[in-house]
């Protein structure tokens, strides 16, 4: 079996257990509220050291959990722990603050914390002017609209004077109670709004006018509607309650005589029987939840109480281990939080999405598992109260390439003793031998402080490619930077790439490896350093996106206008598009600054896209155009269709014609015989190849197996980072600079997985 061996198994099983049982969070960042001019210092720290610890935010108000961005200068060398200062000053937003570490390819991030800025917003408060009509000798009990706060704003009521002063009530829970109400309670009542934390006291748009009279006997009548006394949702009144805190619902009927009061909560026979206007259950915890109702003479008023909690997770996730090719499924137990909580599922800290990829509230189904999907599975649950994560390690186990898959790539030899063998001039050499023609020297673009774009081109000749892979690195004078490699396979047919995570104000290099359909590889020349410059430049105008149009099944046409208008001159344009039923990244194509139209290829069948432009120059790309959305043509294949029996009269013409090209075929196939015959002759002819020889220019693939272990905790090479032993470099090794080569894999080594 061998050492070899036995190293690989444990790597199999210890990994998983290792990411189930080591790679968390000890720390994390928690949510606060904080006025104008304080610091808020946010804190996280992993068991397992990292290669890097970073910081990202996104406001509050933006509910996509693509659009984080990372805050510029966090990247902590510290492996362990890190924190994170924000100055909260009067323009700083609402946000969710993130913690993400990296061990190589795979990232873990943290629970999201809410930075909230103490503050009052009237923007649902409108000057409303409501009139009350209330019976003698009535308990009178009036709400106010509570206004946007954080934290919840504390109301007190006031009673105008009519000399142009107020005089302040006595109102400890918000809510104005006037018992035995008489004409002398007469008069004009507001609210005030006070933020304890920020000291921020505002008035309240709203003005009541009170009227207490005489009324004959008669019905009996709830003062206020329901949008006063509590929430609605789904036409149902709700009344929600924050953990640790207390449920209290007035009834606020009135009539004449007084009306008796009674509470109530269905199901339940266990409520003692009330006869107050008030009705407080403290503490108020999930075991208390159900509708409450107060009755009186007929009417009843009811509310659905809820005890709100943050989300958490009940069971533990496992570990998967999946086949390259096949299906995976993750579950993450069961969900629990209110108000119902919103799930996100992340792979190494991104959005998990696209074509196959289905997601539940707790469960992740891969229809097809790739090699880039090796790494980090969060499910992470959020509601108003927090979030809560569980994860998981999907390994990926690579398809083993058999002796039989390369038979087609070794060169072909034939033995014959009797005849001596013959040279090949260079000429055949080159015309027999594998071409691995590399990409061309990539063209560099900023897209903002932490991100480019990689363009390149290819001449489709030689060898196919498989897919791409972009590299870079930071290129200092002073720097021995390492190379490091995006972790998505780039289809062929796609020369653009996005690389994010940069730092500003650097010098980096960019290169583009091909990746061949005989697993081999090679490398383009390097880019010519290129400085990520800090803040925004000019950047040209927008283009706009008139027309895309189906071509066929697989294949779309965009039509766009642009022009500079004394402006930027655009050097090209980037084309993004992506399946409408798609939640992943765009896909982008790069053309140039003249090209008004493009078609798109390699698109589905009958299937609807999101399409958008930009303009771009070196240093800044323009906003984007409008999205349009076209839906390639039906497959052929897809259609039915129908065999027409050809008419009786149209018989006779039929055979004439069969007789006919059968004459024609037959003549034909003689011709092939007889040079196939003049071939075989020549062929024999030719010297015999000695198998595998290195002088013969002749291309032998290798078998190479394929390793993605980033987990800190493998011993085996030492660095946690990505081996990409699938870019060998057998045939190319003459043909790049000493940083454009990659390192030499382990050839005919044990087989590997994806970890």
């Not at 946000?95 to 795979?106: E, K, L, P, S, T």
Request: aromatic fraction near 8%; proline fraction near 6%.
């Amino acid at each position: 079996m061998g050492f070899r061996r036995v190293i690989q198994l444990l790597v199999a099983v210890v990994v998983p257990v290792l990411g189930e049982i080591e790679m968390e969070f000890t720390k994390y960042p928690e949510s606060v509220t904080a006025p104008v001019g304080d610091e808020v210092t946010f804190e996280c720290a992993v068991r397992v050291p990292g290669e890097r610890l970073q910081w990202r935010w996104r406001p509050a108000s933006d509910t996509d959990w693509n659009h984080w961005k990372e805050v510029a200068g966090t990247s902590d060398k510290d492996s362990i722990a890190t924190k994170l200062v924000v100055e909260v000053k009067d323009d700083t937003p609402d946000g969710f603050y993130q913690c993400v570490v990296w061990y190589g390819a795979i990232s873990l991030v943290s629970i999201p914390a809410k930075l909230s800025i103490a503050r009052i917003d009237l923007s649902r408060n409108f000057a409303e002017k409501r009139v009350i009509t209330a019976p003698l000798y009535n308990t009178v009990v009036l709400h106010c609209k509570e206004p946007l706060s954080e934290p919840p704003a504390v109301l007190s009521w006031w009673k105008e004077n009519g000399k142009g002063t107020r005089k302040q009530l006595d109102t400890p829970y918000g809510v104005l109670v006037i018992h035995n109400a008489t004409t002398a309670d007469d008069g004009t009542y507001g609210c005030t709004a006070t933020n304890e934390l920020s000291g921020q006291s505002v008035d309240l748009p709203e003005r009541t006018y009170l009227r207490v009279q005489h009324e004959g006997n008669g019905g009996v009548r709830f003062l206020e509607s329901e949008d006063y006394v509590g929430t609605k949702e789904n036409d149902v009144l709700t009344m929600p309650v924050r953990p640790d805190e207390v449920l209290r619902l007035w009834c606020g009927v009135v009539g004449t005589p007084p009306p008796k009061i009674t509470w109530t909560k269905e199901g339940s026979p266990s409520l003692p029987k009330r006869h107050d206007h008030a009705l407080t259950i403290s503490p108020f915890t999930s075991e208390n939840e159900g509708i409450y109702s107060c009755s009186a003479n007929g009417i009843r008023r009811s509310w659905k109480a809820i005890a709100l909690q943050p989300p958490h997770w009940e069971g533990s996730v496992g570990s998967v281990n999946a086949s390259e090719g096949a299906s995976a499924r993750v579950a993450c137990g069961r969900l629990y939080g209110q108000p119902p909580p919103t799930v996100h599922w992340l792979l190494n800290a991104q959005i998990v999405g696209g074509k196959g990829v289905h997601t539940t509230e707790s469960e992740l189904h891969m229809e097809r598992v790739e090699k880039r999907h090796a790494g980090i599975v969060q499910c992470v649950a959020c509601n108003a109260l927090g979030c809560a994560y569980d994860a998981a390690m999907l390994t990926v186990v690579p398809v083993q390439i058999s002796d039989a898959d390369y038979s087609a790539e070794m060169p072909k030899t034939m033995h014959i003793p009797s005849q001596p063998p013959k040279r090949h001039n260079r000429k055949n050499l080159r015309k027999h031998k594998a071409v691995l023609i590399a990409p061309s020297r990539p063209n560099v673009t900023r897209l903002s402080d932490e991100s480019v774009m990689v363009s390149w081109s290819h001449s489709n000749h030689g060898l196919p490619i498989q897919f791409y892979k972009v590299q870079y690195r930071e290129a200092s004078n002073s720097s021995g930077a390492q190379w490091h490699t995006a972790n998505y396979d780039i289809p062929a047919y796609i020369h653009s790439y996005e690389i994010d995570g940069l730092l500003p104000d650097r010098y980096y290099k960019f290169r583009i490896a091909a990746v061949y359909s005989n697993q081999d590889n090679k490398l383009g020349r390097s880019s010519t350093k290129f400085y990520l410059q800090r803040g925004a430049s000019r950047g040209p105008r927008a283009p706009a996106l008139d027309k895309a149009t189906a071509l066929s099944p697989h294949s779309i046409q965009l039509n766009w206008t642009w022009s500079s208008e004394g402006g930027v001159e655009a050097e090209g344009f980037y084309v993004y598009f992506r399946a409408v039923s798609s939640a992943g990244a765009y896909e982008k194509v790069t053309v140039g600054g003249a090209a008004r139209s493009v078609s798109l290829a390699h698109l589905a069948p009958d299937t609807a896209y999101e399409l958008k432009l930009q303009a771009y120059s070196a240093q800044a790309p323009s906003d984007f155009s409008a999205i349009l959305v076209a839906k390639t043509q039906r497959s052929a294949s897809a259609e039915s269709s129908s065999t027409v029996a050809p008419a009786d009269d149209a018989q006779p013409e039929s055979r004439t014609l069969v007789t006919a090209g059968g004459a024609l075929g037959a003549a034909a196939l003689l011709l092939v015989l007889a040079a196939a015959l003049l071939l075989c002759k020549r062929s024999r002819r030719h010297p015999a190849k000695e198998k595998g020889s290195g002088e013969g220019g002749g291309y032998i693939a290798a078998k190479v197996p394929i390793t993605i272990t980033a987990n800190p905790m493998h011993s085996e090479g030492g660095d946690a980072g990505v081996e990409m032993s699938f870019l060998h470099n057998n045939n190319c090794g003459n043909n790049t600079s000493s940083d454009d080569t990659l390192p030499h894999s382990r050839k005919n080594g044990p087989s590997r997985q994806y970890v």
